[in-house]
């Protein structure tokens, strides 16, 4: 492994299942003490991709290696990975400590080591006041905790989630994030995959998207975003009620197009922002149509992701 | 050693797992000798002998011979009878049709005279009653009234042999009287003698039957439930997470299997522990051989259960499969009835399930102090699709990276 690699290291990777491609080309490095957020819809490739990465599966062409070695050949690869699956992948009746020194050794960490391993663990995803309760009885938001912490008993240096925050609060995300923050500050590489678009904006130092088996776009959120939109901003009008054909036909003139597939939410972007907006109302009311408001806001990884997959962006 | 640790600690999930999880735990362990300690109880009295059909009766003859049959039945400790009134024949029909009585007898006429004076009433549904009354009739009428049988011979007799003179009359009275004061010692007219065989345990043959067929029946149907934890880390994304390893899902197979086969020990020592202390089965006696045996029947009811749980895609599959295999091995093998009562085809198709070859050999050993010659075969089947089960689940465990 050369200084330029990347801890891990994916190369023109391809892959198809019964003729159908679901991997085409994909490039993709991530660096220790980094962040990747993997986006894509459903179908887009990203659990093959993860299950290349992890050695599970061989890829018809292209190369991955893992820490210089290809984790499919080489076993040991496998060593400085740790995965987060999406489900709560934990013995419900054993405690906490308990799942995690059950993990270490599956993990082959030395039977001397386990217990320290353990509370390390524990203390890195603050889950400690937990140790002794049985997984069964912990909140949803200690076991994402525990899921996290018994990928990481062992010390990996790259961690896999696999859409970590599926079904959690807005308090137990932001303690999630907090802890998936401290551990790429501690070197270790982190690769998401998340529907969350808000939690890859805010926690993602680069993501990607991938759609129909490739790599469409990939980078900072904000350097993605200003690419993007520019200085432009998106004005959305939420409207008291749907509009009838011709009040519809009226709006697509004026540049809007529904929003999340809501009849009574139009947006458009517009280089102007506030200004605009006034100007935006006065038409509306000119031609029938009283919005019940209209908003100005800084575009997201939503419009971005919105954009790629109706194709309005090509990598 | 760093596969030997990893095997242990899944050993350990498992240990946790089930001694946290209070039912489970009841099944496993308490339910066996339970269900042992059923078995045994009702096929133990089956055995012909120990039955005590209940019979209703009533004496229509109401002469002094009708008496002492109704009296001996009364008093009998090989039949429950029980004296219907009004004595009548619909009376018996009605307590036997109710379920009161498991056959009838009516008594229409005097035992000794011509014709068939008993009436044996039975239910089609419990057949098998009629014929055990009616011995235990037979038997009661030889002990109370040999007199009334011997002129009942003599009549029959006489349209052969002509009219008694007055002496021979005089002689077979006489007899008679003498059969009445002192009845003979044998309960059966003297047609039979019976051998028993010698040292013989009486109704140890079907407890030795029993608790290996409990055994293998309980030890596989643990073992199953065990081994579906296997699909439970497949949906729990454990696999995933294993996979993902250095590992993979082989110290995990291991440490199940090594668990299942420790499991079905315990369940075996509590079975046959029951059977010593409650029927005095001579297991301690027999230790040397039943110790290996056990572990045979344990590794393959362990093998087999991880090696089928395997070859499923979903927990609803495997859970199918297991009720399906467990139930049918169970009835063919000869857990649930005994393999003697099954017709022959049935009983070669029983040698294809680990159950015939357990209870054969806890039977062997226990009941016909069978030696290593008896048992080896036993042992190599048992042990060869307990391995051959662990090394197809090893194998897809292995695939399953794919």
């Given amino acids: 492994m050369t200084a330029a690699d990347g801890l891990l290291t994916v190369s023109d990777v ?15 490095t991530l660096n220790p003490g980094e962040i990747y957020a993997l986006l894509g819809a459903n179908g887009a490739g990203k659990t093959t991709l993860i299950r290349t990465l992890c050695g599970r599966l061989k890829p018809d062409a292209g190369t991955v290696r893992l820490n210089g070695q290809d984790p499919a050949r080489v076993p040991s690869a496998r060593a400085v990975l740790g995965l987060v699956p999406q489900e709560i992948a934990l013995y419900p009746h054993l405690t906490v400590s308990e799942n995690l ?20 663990a524990m203390s890195l995803t603050r889950i400690l006041d937990r140790a002794h309760v049985p997984v069964r009885h912990l909140s949803g938001g200690y076991q994402r905790r525990t899921n996290i912490a018994a990928a990481i008993v062992h010390q990996p240096r790259l961690l896999i989630l696999d859409e970590p925050t599926v079904g ?21 590489a982190i690769l998401m995959t998340t529907h969350d678009l808000d939690q890859a904006g805010g926690l993602a130092d680069r993501v990607g998207f991938l759609q129909s088996g490739r790599m469409v776009l990939e980078g900072a959120p904000a350097t993605l975003l200003a690419s993007a939109f520019g200085e432009r901003m998106e004005l959305v009008v939420q409207l008291s009620e749907a509009p009838n054909p011709e009040a519809a ?62 194709g309005t962006v090509a990598g | 050693m ?29 339910l066996p000798p339970l269900v042992f300690l059923i078995f045994s109880s009702v096929f133990a009295g089956a055995t012909g002998e120990d039955i005590q059909p209940k019979l209703g009766v009533a004496d229509l003859a109401g002469n002094e011979v009708s008496g002492r049959v109704m009296g001996g039945l009364l008093a009998s400790a090989e039949i429950r009878a029980e004296r219907v009134t009004p004595a009548s024949v619909e009376a018996v029909r009605a307590g036997v049709k109710s379920g009161r009585f498991d056959a009838g007898l009516v008594i229409r006429s005097d035992p000794a005279g011509a014709g068939r004076p008993f009436l044996i009433i039975a239910d089609p549904g419990r057949a098998v009653a009629a014929p055990l009354a009616q011995a235990r009739v037979q038997q009661v009428l030889a002990r109370v009234a040999p007199d009334a049988a011997l002129q009942r011979s003599v009549r029959d007799l006489a349209p052969a042999l002509g009219d008694l003179t007055p002496a021979q009359s005089q002689r077979l009275d006489a007899t008679a009287a003498a059969l ?22 009486k109704g140890g043959a079907v407890i030795a039957y029993y608790a290996g067929g409990v055994m293998i029946l309980f030890a596989l149907f643990s073992a199953m439930q065990g081994a579906l934890g296997l699909m439970d880390e497949r949906r729990s994304g454990v696999a995933d997470r294993l996979l993902a390893g250095v590992a993979g899902m082989g110290p995990v197979v291991d440490g199940k299997f090594a668990f299942l086969v420790g499991q079905a020990l315990v369940q075996a ?6 059977a010593q202390l409650v029927y005095s089965v001579p297991v301690v006696q027999h230790l040397g051989l039943w110790l290996p045996t056990t572990l045979a029947a344990a590794v393959c009811s362990a093998g087999l259960a991880l090696g089928l749980v395997s070859v499923c895609r979903t927990r609803e599959q495997a859970q199918m499969l297991s009720t399906f295999v467990i139930l049918v091995l169970a009835a063919i093998g000869g857990s649930m009835v005994p393999r003697f009562l099954m017709p022959a085809w049935l009983q070669t198709v029983g040698w294809f399930t680990p159950h015939a070859w357990v209870i054969d050999a806890y039977q062997g050993i226990l009941w016909r102090d069978a030696g290593l010659s008896q048992v080896y075969r036993a042992w190599g089947v048992l042990f060869a699709i307990g391995g051959a089960g662990l090394v197809l689940a090893q194998t897809l465990a292995r695939r399953s990276r794919q």
Avoid at chain 2, 269 to 274: D, E, L, P, R
């Fill in chain 2, 180 to 201: 009445r004061d002192r009845p003979p010692s044998g309960l059966d007219a003297g047609l039979f003698e019976r051998e028993d065989l010698k040292d013989a345990r």
């Fill in chain 1, 14 to 28: 391809r892959h198809a299942y019964d003729g159908r491609p679901v991997l085409q080309g994909v490039d993709l």
């Fill in chain 1, 168 to 188: 959690v609060d807005i308090d137990a995300r932001a303690a999630l994030d907090s802890v998936i923050r401290g551990l790429r500050d501690l070197g270790v």
């Fill in chain 2, 269 to 274: 020592v509590a079975i046959f522990a029951t």
């Fill in chain 1, 249 to 310: 036909e009226r709006l697509g003139q004026e540049g809007l197009a529904p929003v999340e597939q809501r009849a009574d939410l139009w947006a458009r972007l517009d280089s102007d922002g506030y200004e605009s907006a006034g100007l935006l109302h006065t038409r509306l009311q000119a031609i029938g149509l009283r919005p019940r408001e209209i908003r100005v806001r800084a575009p997201s990884l939503h419009h971005l992701f919105s954009q790629v997959t109706d």
């Fill in chain 2, 2 to 30: 760093i596969r030997l640790q990893m095997t242990l600690a899944m050993i350990k999930v498992m240990a946790l797992e089930l001694w946290r999880d209070r039912a489970a735990l009841v099944m496993t362990f308490l």
């Fill in chain 1, 101 to 120: 020194a059950t993990f270490a050794s599956l993990a082959q960490v030395p039977r001397a080591a386990v217990a320290e391993a353990v509370q390390r």
